[in-house]
């Protein structure tokens, strides 16, 4: 139970991350942890969407890796 703890921490601090950020507010990612590898899916509008959410993945604490599954469109 402590890894998902954990992980559905993580999970909400990205979220929130996103939420928050005035570039990626507005499209849909959806964000899932296992084990601290974050995969981030959905569509963005640019590249630097892309690398922005993959960014603010890596900077929340316990990330061990992102898996960046963001199509762009």
Sequence with gaps: TG???DDSVI???VKSLIA???FLKSFQISVETY???V???GFVDSTQAF???EELA???GGV???KNSLVVK
């Design 64 to 66: 061990k890796s992102v």
């Design 3 to 5: 890894q998902y703890v």
């Design 20 to 22: 928050n950020d005035g």
């Design 39 to 41: 995969q981030l899916s």
């Design 11 to 13: 999970t909400t601090k």
């Design 58 to 60: 890596n900077s929340v």
């Design 51 to 53: 690398t922005r959410a």
């Design 35 to 37: 084990k601290g590898t």
